[in-house]
Every structure is written in structure tokens, then in C-alpha cells.
């Protein structure tokens, strides 16, 4: 019943974004398109196809915006102007309480926060779908950034892949650019990174061996990890302090010298 009600939520926003423009032309069920035309009358649309698309995602939720953050990189399967408006997707969410992330940090150590850090930032500097971020100082003073998984995530993805892989069977089925479009598998591709980002050990010893690989360029800094510190769960890096790339005027009043950046740095 719960994925039924899911699934008339996403068959709604679908309607309501006008997203069965996109993909009904090549629907080969003369019935399918008379019937969301039926469904649809006096709708007024507006905006282009590959906004209203990015917007239908973020209605949705936060995996959809990550699926559309995936596909925005399948620039083989999508036109520019699609693709360039997925490229905009933020996957960012409100945060998960500042008790629970309390108590998942020691239920992953198995002894209480004061034990582990000289102090720990109740408030998270950053929220995602998958997980957010608190500042910490390690007993030794050193400054660290400590990413936690959002409790409960691994069955809201698996219930929303399940109805991904259901949609995509419809759509390779019901459509003349069903095998085109590979739709099932850009949705493996979508399952296996989704489940690559759950599991923080293996992000930490990507950021491992990416430090590895940018050693002794000056150009490029990444976070050390600290091992001993990291779990399925929650893993520590160490902080790094910056200005966003976006935040052009404060790059400026840092000094940095716009020009060797946009040529060096992007």
C-alpha cells in the first residue's frame, strides 16, 4: 500500500510538471497518450521542458535529486539544455536532530562523545540526502570534520530504487526509445553509486587514495582521514577552511587571484 501511494505521487508530479511531454511522444499506446491528454486539460506550462524536469526531481525528494544529479552526466542519453538544467540539482536537505547524530556517533564508537572529542558542534555546517557534517576538535586539539549517515536511509533508498526499477521496466517496455534510453540500466548505474555513498568506509578510502594522487601538487588539497575514526556509520577527516567557488567576492577580498584560478583551478 505505501508503495502504491508512492508511486501516485510520483505519477502526479509527473503530470503536474508536465513530464508526460517528454516522455509520452514515443509512448507506442495510442491510449497511454489520450489518456494523460484527458487528465491534463487546461494545464498551463511555462517553463522549459529540462527546468520543469529539475523541479518535478527536487518536489520529490532527495534520491530522486541525486538520480537526476547522475543522469545530468549521461549527456549521451539526454539533449544539452536537459542535462545542463539537471546540473543545477542541490542535494541538500534539512538536518537530521543534533540528539541523533549524538547518538549515532556513539553508537558507531561505543562510548560517549565527551570521550572521543574535546568538543563537538551540535550544529551541522552541512545536510545532504545521505548524510551531514559536524565540526569536532580531537582530544589532541586537532580540528576535524565528522560526516554522519543518515539514520534510516538504506530502506528509504531501496524502496524508492525498487519503484525506479519498476518505472524504468514501463518505460523500456511501453516506449519506442525504450532500448535507446537503457533506462534499467541507468538505474543499476544509479543503484550501485547510491549504495557506494551509503557505505562511508569506501568514501573514505576513495578521499585516501585521491590524497595519495595529489601529493606534491600545490593546487590541490584534500583532507587527510583519520583511520583509527571511521566506520560504515560516521568517518573523521581532518577540517579544511576555504571560500566556495561560487562566492566570487570574497575570493576577491581573500586575494586569490581570479584569473590562475578560473585557468588552474576549474
Known sequence: MRHIARLLVIVFTVLRFGLDELALSGFRQRWVRMLVRVMTLGRKLDAPPGQRLREALERLGPIFVKFGQVLST???????????????LQDSV??????????????AYGRSIETVFASFEAEPVASASIAQVHFAVLKDGREVAVKVLRPGMLAV??????LLRTLARWVERLSTDG????????????????????????????????RRNMQGLDLVMVPEMMWDMCSPTVIV?????????????????AGIDIPKLARDGV
Open 74 to 88: 549521461r549527456r549521451d542519453l539526454l539533449p544539452p539544455e536537459v542535462a545542463d538544467e539537471l546540473a543545477k
Open 157 to 162: 533508498i531501496d524502496d524508492d530504487l525498487s
Open 237 to 253: 577527516m581532518e577540517r579544511m577552511k576555504g571560500v566556495q567557488i561560487s562566492q566570487l567576492q570574497r575570493l576577491k577580498d
Open 179 to 210: 532500448k535507446r534510453l537503457k533506462p534499467r540500466e541507468v538505474v543499476a548505474e544509479f543503484d550501485n553509486y547510491l549504495h557506494d555513498e551509503l557505505d562511508l568506509v569506501r568514501e573514505a578510502a576513495n578521499a585516501a587514495q585521491l
Open 94 to 107: 534539512p538536518p537530521f536532530p543534533a540528539a541523533e547524530a549524538r547518538a549515532l556517533v556513539e553508537k
